[in-house]
């Protein structure tokens, strides 16, 4: 068969030029069990980081220069049209899309390519609860549009499935839910978390909080410096904070963590390739963001029995459930320095806090229920395709 590898099924995921972090996690792992599976995976993306990556794993790589977050109506067509060219080359039984910007440009290219099975995952709605109502009409309706060049869409939490639903925003593709997963951190071997810490001169008396993220308006981390200078104004020894990534917002935080004379306390990491370590190594994980679909940090703290502290938007309230972790209103320091205090003045409580999040991680994030709900789509709408 043209879109086989031998006797193997063949799948392209779609990315494009979006950077490392949570959402490529998440495709690394599908694309890992689907080749334990027996299936032969290509990952289209222009991002350096995750193409080492993606390499040094053994999943195959595309570079093709087809799809930018910027709107550029020519050249999007233009992309668009050299990506269905190279899918006609390169008969793939499934692509698999992710981004909103792959999401379009690859379902229409794919289904104009002849592409068997076009499945399409939704990281994260493109705005949020207090977005204008004319961005969520036009972000719907883009959706709503591209999802009649696909047979299935995949949304990574239970609420972005009925927030979209709600609205009539497919066409004519199946819709499911499949929360996001991430490994067992206790499954894994750290180095001593004494050493971790020391890194980042962090002593084993400091109460260490880490925020990882990719530095950009939708996380939040301004709301973060500003409660760290709050917290900062009664307790200036023993808190220590790593905000974890990088992005287009580094220049603008680093200047406002020196105009809160915040240097000693407060550092930006850039990109960090083992988050899970620092995660493992620390006492607080706090997630200011103002949108996410469902983040992959706040499950990561979940699995390693970290407390965490995250805003009170949908997908981190599905994920908290009952565990009991501390949710705040977005865009609001001082909520976010008063919970931060509170873990910081009682061990017992971090303890009690974490030990939920651990038992909630276990009971529905684990990462083979994920992988094996996106391998079990491929094989049921493949045969009904």
């Known amino acids: 068969m043209l879109n086989t590898v031998g006797c193997r099924t063949r799948v392209l995921h779609v990315v494009g030029e979006s950077t490392f972090g949570g959402g490529a996690k998440v495709i690394q792992a599908i694309a890992n069990a689907a080749v334990l599976e027996g299936y032969s995976v290509d990952i289209l993306t222009t991002d350096q980081r995750f193409q080492e990556t993606l390499r040094d794993r053994g999943v ?9 977050r910027p709107i550029r109506p020519l050249a999007d067509l233009a992309g668009l049209l050299r990506l269905r060219k190279f899918l006609r080359s390169n008969r793939y039984a499934i692509v698999h899309t992710h981004t909103t910007k792959g999401g379009i440009v690859g379902r229409i290219a794919a289904r104009l390519a002849g592409v068997p099975l076009i499945v399409h995952t939704v990281h994260g709605l493109p705005f949020h609860e207090g977005s204008r109502r004319s961005t969520k009409i036009a972000a719907m309706t883009i959706e709503r549009i591209a999802s009649m060049f696909g047979d299935v869409v995949i949304t990574v939490s239970d609420v972005n499935a009925r927030v979209l639903s709600s609205r009539r925003v497919w066409g004519a593709a199946r819709v499911m839910s499949i929360p996001n997963g991430v490994p067992d951190p206790h499954q894994r071997s750290f180095r001593p978390r004494a050493d971790i810490r020391s890194d980042w001169l962090a002593d084993a008396d400091d109460v260490l909080i880490i925020c990882p993220g990719r530095l950009a308006p939708q996380k939040g981390l301004e709301y973060l410096i500003e409660a760290m200078s709050l917290v900062t104004r ?22 406002m963590i020196k105009d809160r004379h915040l240097t000693h306390t407060v550092t930006l990491t850039g990109f960090c390739s083992d988050v899970e370590e620092l995660v493992f190594a620390s006492d607080i994980v706090v ?6 679909g ?14 965490v502290v995250a805003t009170s938007i949908a997908g ?14 977005t865009a609001d320091p001082a909520r976010l320095a008063q919970e931060i205090r509170r873990l910081l003045r009682s061990p017992s409580l971090r303890g009690i806090v974490g030990a939920a999040g651990r038992a909630r991680y276990e009971e529905s994030y684990r990462l083979a229920t994920m992988t094996d709900a996106y391998l079990e789509a491929y094989r049921r709408y493949r045969v009904s395709t």
């Open 287 to 292: 997630l200011p963001s103002v949108r996410e």
């Open 234 to 255: 009664d307790q200036t020894a023993g808190v220590k904070c790593l905000i974890v990534g990088d992005g287009p917002l580094m220049h603008d935080l680093t200047q």
């Open 294 to 307: 469902l983040s992959i940090a706040l499950l990561e703290g979940l699995a390693s029995g970290t407390p």
């Open 60 to 68: 195959g790589v595309v570079d093709l220069d087809v799809i930018r």
């Open 316 to 329: 981190n309230l599905e994920a908290i459930g009952d565990s009991g972790a501390a949710t705040v209103p």
